[in-house]
């Protein structure tokens, strides 16, 4: 959605939608699926530009990294944003960035986006690592067999047969 910042003067501009993206367009690892996207915000004029205020809510379903069961989690989350013109942006040299320029966007002309908006705050909400649950015991390195659902008679310690030769050194034994 295109939203003309030089309209807004004196009335903010407000939309609500629901979007969709599918997961993989996200290029997430953990990410297997995403539910319809509920986004909604306003626009409104500021001193140095404008100020653009949104929420989100979805569903998102991640695959556990230990045992690969699909995990769903619900996400309700806030962007704000100062919108300035690119003009304003510092250019000399190079510049530390503090915490508060992570809320600045600076844009080209009069248009605004927010589908790029949306986009990147879908994937900041993507947690690193989400586990089915925290006592999860993963897939057994050696049949497969998900730990969590039952035991399985592997033997644990498997030792790479290079590697066969030292168990015994130290005891004498060569």
């Not at 903010?12 to 915000?41: K, Y």
């Not at 508060?100 to 690592?129: A, H």
Request: net charge negative; charged share 30%.
């Amino acid at each position: 959605m295109l939203i003309r910042l030089a309209e807004i003067i004196d009335e903010p501009f407000r939309w609500a939608e629901t979007r969709s993206f599918a997961a993989a367009s996200l290029e997430s690892d953990q990410l297997v699926g995403l539910g319809p996207i509920s986004w909604s915000g306003e626009v409104t004029q500021a001193a140095t530009g404008h100020l653009l205020v949104g929420r989100l809510g979805y569903e998102q379903q991640l695959a556990c990294p230990r045992c690969l069961k699909p995990t769903t989690i619900v996400v309700e989350a806030e962007v704000e944003l100062l919108i300035q013109p690119r003009s304003s942006e510092p250019t000399l040299g190079e510049v530390e960035l503090e915490e508060e320029d992570l809320s600045i966007l600076y844009v080209d002309g009069d248009e605004l986006d927010i589908e790029p908006i949306l986009r990147e705050q879908l994937q900041l909400n993507v947690p690193m690592r989400q586990l089915c649950r925290e006592d999860c015991r993963g897939l057994c390195p050696i049949c497969g067999g998900d730990r969590n659902d039952e035991a399985c008679d592997c033997e644990e310690r498997q030792v790479d047969p290079r590697w066969e030769v030292l168990r015994n050194f130290g005891r004498g034994k060569h």
